[in-house]
């Protein structure tokens, strides 16, 4: 049983990697897309981390700090396009999606193959280390665009019968 959760895991995390190599192939990377994709990955990975909390493979308290980053990351988006930025992932979110999805694949053998218990600790706290890096990077990025955008000057929106417009404050 164990060996097919791995395989149906694994063609889920490489259908992602597959539908975003595409979508830069064919430069029809969209803002929806890169809104939504970091969303998918983080209910595969999610759902996968609960599950080995639920089989007792993995601490409970490790997969709360991992969601819970997932969680941050994903209101530092939402905040970021509030204010007109897209975050897209970087190196550091990409290799921890990575290291995740090897750890999830590890640790879900382990009933079958205890071996490899150890592994997958280690993969484990890699994971983590990625998550916390990855987060203090993505928060470190979003305030230095916010603090760019407020050394040009203050803005204003006015909303005038449903249009938008921008005015400048000092103008005014």
Avoid at 91 to 113: C, H, Q, S, W, Y
């Amino acid at each position: 049983m164990e060996l097919w959760a791995v395989a149906v895991f694994i063609a889920a995390a490489l259908t992602d990697l597959f539908d975003g190599y595409l979508a830069r192939k064919h430069g029809q990377v969209t803002r929806l897309g890169i809104l939504l994709d970091p969303i998918a990955d983080k209910l595969l990975t999610s759902s996968a981390f609960i599950s080995l909390v639920a089989l007792h493979l993995a601490p409970a308290w490790i997969v709360v700090i991992i969601i819970g980053r997932e969680l941050a990351v994903s209101g530092l988006r939402s905040i970021a396009s509030s204010e007109g930025f897209v975050i897209q992932a970087s190196d550091l979110g990409k290799t921890k999606m990575v290291l995740e999805v090897i750890a999830i694949a590890v640790i879900a053998l382990v009933p079958r193959f205890p071996e490899l218990n150890i592994l997958g600790e280690v993969l484990l706290w890699f994971v983590v280390w990625f998550a916390l890096a990855s987060a203090v990077q993505y928060f470190w990025i979003l305030w230095r665009k916010l603090e760019v955008r407020d050394r040009e000057g203050p803005r204003m929106v006015v909303i005038r019968g449903g249009a938008e417009e921008q005015k400048d404050v000092a103008s005014h």
